[in-house]
């Protein structure tokens, strides 16, 4: 099946570093999702993904969609300490593997005030 | 807009128990998806529902668990039979399209 793999597995930075983050797949998807879990919480979509080449931001928070379609990156700027929790990627391919998410294992981010 | 709630957020059972998880999805949505994660694992889908209809079906949907959505709503989940290997978040996400929220999961016990 599809899987997705995901780097670094940890970070730890200090306050106010820029954070990078890549996903990749061994088979194309069509969306890309990035989200955010907090502990004992359920993931929050941060920001989703529909083209090969796309570069979306949300606040200090950018991804880009690969132009392979099998890889995607998230960069988070000037990082503060409500950062901190687990970043996950997810893709999606509704041809071969219908409306199913499948998830990377995750990059847990430490931030240092 | 209230976001996916789920019910119960925790829940400790005894081996061989049956237990039963609700979830109710952002009312406009007509997409409704349970996943399971493991600790130190990202979320693995287990079913999708188009309104009423279940669609979509994971492998690891055992016959030990079923989900409805009778009026393509609000959807159960059921494992009969648990087992410790159950022990695990599950999660309950809705959508229109393509982009897929979650609810805060409820997480299971099997003692």
């Known amino acids: 099946g599809q899987q997705l793999n995901q780097s670094p597995q940890s970070m730890f930075i200090q306050e106010g570093e820029d954070v990078s983050m890549n996903c990749t797949s061994s088979s194309i998807f069509n969306t890309w999702l990035w989200y955010k879990q907090d502990p004992g919480e359920g993931p929050v979509l941060l920001i989703a993904l529909y083209k090969a080449g796309e570069l979306t931001s949300n606040g200090r928070l950018t991804a880009q969609f690969g132009i392979t379609r099998k890889d995607s990156f998230l960069n988070i700027s000037a990082s503060i300490p409500s950062d901190v929790g687990i970043y996950f990627c997810?893709?999606?391919?509704?041809?071969?593997?219908?409306?199913?998410?499948?998830f990377g294992e995750g990059t847990q981010l430490t931030v240092n005030p | 807009d209230t976001g996916v709630s789920q019910d119960p957020r925790h829940k400790i059972t005894k081996r061989g128990q049956n237990v039963t998880f609700r979830c109710d999805p952002i009312s406009e949505h007509n997409r409704l998806y349970w996943y399971r994660q493991t600790l130190g694992q990202g979320p693995e889908f287990l079913t999708y529902f188009q309104n009423e209809a279940q669609l979509e079906k994971s492998r690891l949907l055992s016959d030990r668990f079923s989900a409805e959505r009778p009026k393509g709503s609000f959807s159960t989940l059921e494992i009969q039979r648990t087992e410790q290997g159950d022990s695990a978040m599950y999660l309950c996400?809705?959508?229109?399209?393509?982009?897929?929220?979650f609810g805060p999961g409820t997480r299971l016990t099997v003692t």
């Open positions: 996400a809705s959508g229109l399209y393509y982009e897929q929220y």
């Open positions: 997810a893709g999606q391919h509704l041809e071969t593997s219908g409306s199913r998410l499948t």
